[in-house]
């Protein structure tokens, strides 16, 4: 059984058409990236997925169950995390304070006025680790606002990651790196990831082929082709889309 | 001149945290839902007649504790069913429904208690003065309004940094999605929010309604010092709008306690005009009868000379 099934899932904003009858499969353990064009639907896709938007036709399912409609905290209960493309950190608290904002729900910490963070041993052990895993540990007390840019994109990694999530969505993670700064990304996200399914939206060919066991490309919300690595780089029709829209600059494929 | 100066910044204090108690709420509800809430003096004057009607069945002291509570019920209700529903059609039916709602509740205040101010009294075990200096009394229920509010805010700051329910709160402050996308339900910490800043509204107005009047023109009359604060605060910002509502307590509380009038500042230049001049009035305007003018001018200055208010930097 796939772990995410979207079926003929449509979505216009207005008259204008965004996805068309969009039909994926994500199976378990895979690294699953998606490309296409400007325009071509991605973000909107992770929108639908997330539960930021309602398709207005067509059925998502998550291990088997639909999740289409639901409100964006009960997809993320169900297992689903997600990063966005532009930065969502909370600016104002510190790294550690966001990782364990990250942690409270699926740690099984509730919204509760009693309960004082400072005595909440696991919870502060388990962000503790994860600021290692990130290496962020030096940065623990800095306002996310004021980190970096490559530590900011490491810590709304570690946003995602922190709870147990079984699918994990990543919105273009290394865009507007150097490429030194990418290569680190990579190899985080590859370290972090290793044992959960991944989504992930991405310009930067090199990257999508590095890291991805299977590619989907979108065009004018249309799905061209799911495929290899290999098998899509020698696709006739993903040449055509990319040399044809003009965008093929931004690609090596 | 001392002694006024002393009663003058006490009195001063005491004004501004009351301020502070509803712009507080105003700010964090703008801060997360973006509404401005207009309606949040009503849910003051609320508290007011909660307390005073509870207080003749049950005493002042069970009232103290179960009209803000009430007017903070009343209040979650309203973000649910109200404010909610309206939401989706946008900011500006958000405004006017809050507009509409501040009418109603003025308009219901005045078919419930009607239009006369209502007899609600400092309770009997503070009705004394705390202290006479110079010949002045400090009645002792100012005393409790400021150890109250200063309490109150000890408590709120407590929470809003060491709870779970305070860091959930602060993060949905400025990124609501990304706290969804974490699995906590914003709707439900919304409510909450809402709940609580109309429950210290409602406080700010058990505890003023007896010194300030308890009456259907209450609201409006603070409501709209609310908003000065607000603004000059810098929209959003906590700490802008508590620096912002003890200037404006301070300069208004400064203003009538001073006997300064234009007649001496004229005097100062060296300017006297007959006392039979067509513009006499004005040249006899003291700093007392301009005092209430002050926080419009403040607000007026503050907006042409730095639009986005004392701590307006708004991050990200």
Redesign the interface.
Same mark, same amino acid.
């Given at each position: 059984m796939s772990l995410l099934r979207l079926e003929q899932v449509s979505k216009q904003f207005g008259r204008t058409r965004v996805l068309h009858a969009v039909d994926l499969a994500i199976e378990p353990g895979e690294c699953h990236a998606i490309i296409g064009p400007n325009g071509a639907g991605k973000s909107t896709l992770f929108h639908l997925i997330s539960g930021l938007l309602r398709p207005d036709s067509g059925q998502i399912a998550f291990e088997g169950k639909p999740i289409h409609g639901l409100p964006s905290e009960q997809i993320a209960r169900r297992g689903i995390a997600r990063s966005f493309q532009i930065s969502q950190l909370f600016t104002r608290l510190s790294v550690f304070e966001n990782l364990r904002c990250a942690l409270l729900w699926p740690m099984g910490y509730g919204c509760s006025l009693r309960h004082l963070l400072g005595r909440e041993k696991a919870l502060n052990a388990r962000a503790d680790a994860l600021l290692d895993e990130l290496g962020l540990q030096a940065l623990r007390d800095v306002p996310a606002g004021e980190l970096a840019y490559a530590a900011q994109r490491a810590l709304e990694l570690g946003l995602a990651i922190a709870g147990d999530a079984r699918l994990i969505l990543l919105d273009e993670p290394v865009a507007g790196m150097s490429h030194s700064e990418a290569a680190q990304a990579l190899a985080l996200i590859r370290r972090v990831t290793a044992e959960r399914t991944l989504l992930l939206v991405e310009h930067d060919m090199s990257v999508v082929f590095e890291l991805a066991d299977r590619i989907t490309v979108l065009a004018r919300g249309e799905v061209i082709a799911t495929d290899t690595p290999a098998r899509i780089r020698t696709n006739a029709r993903v040449q055509e889309v990319y040399l044809g829209t003009g965008a093929g600059g931004q690609s090596d494929a | 001149m001392a002694d006024a100066l002393l009663f003058a910044t006490l009195n001063g204090l005491v004004t501004g945290l009351l301020l502070f108690m509803l712009a507080s709420g105003v700010t964090l509800i703008f801060s997360m839902m973006g509404v401005l809430n207009f309606a949040h003096a009503s849910f003051y004057m609320l508290g007011a007649y909660f307390a005073f009607s509870l207080s003749q069945h049950l005493g002042f002291w069970p009232a103290l504790l179960l009209a803000p509570l009430l007017t903070g019920v009343l209040g979650a209700l309203v973000e649910r069913y109200g404010l909610r529903q309206v939401h989706r059609h946008g900011a500006v039916a958000e405004l006017v429904f809050t507009f509409g709602l501040a009418f109603l509740i003025e308009e219901l205040v005045q078919l419930f208690w009607g239009r006369a101010t209502q007899d609600f009294r400092v309770p009997a075990l503070l009705d004394f003065p705390l202290f006479t200096l110079f010949g002045q009394d400090f009645p002792a229920w100012r005393a409790f309004m400021l150890l109250l509010s200063l309490g109150i805010f000890a408590g709120l700051y407590a929470?809003l940094t060491?709870?779970?329910?305070?860091?959930?709160l602060?993060?949905a402050?400025?990124?609501p999605?990304?706290?969804? /996308?974490?699995?906590? /339900?914003?709707?439900?910490?919304f409510m909450?929010a809402f709940g609580v800043g109309t429950a210290l509204a409602g406080l700010a107005g058990v505890i003023a309604g007896p010194v300030l009047g308890t009456w259907p023109g209450m609201a409006a009359s603070l409501g709209s010092l609310v908003f000065v604060i607000v603004v000059i605060g810098g929209l959003g910002s906590l700490t802008g709008a508590f620096v912002a509502a003890l200037l404006i307590g301070l300069l208004q509380s400064w203003a009538i306690a001073s006997s300064v009038g234009m007649a001496d500042v004229l005097a100062l230049l060296g300017v006297s005009f007959p006392p039979d001049h067509p513009l006499r009035d004005l040249w006899r305007l003291t700093l007392p009868q301009v005092a209430p003018l002050l926080p419009y001018v403040l607000l007026v200055l503050m907006l042409l000379l730095r639009p986005a208010g004392l701590a307006g930097n708004r991050?990200?």
């Open positions: - | 929470g060491r709870t779970r329910y305070g860091l959930i602060r993060a402050i400025t990124h999605q990304t706290v969804a /996308n974490l699995g906590h /339900n914003v709707p439900r910490i909450l991050e990200d």
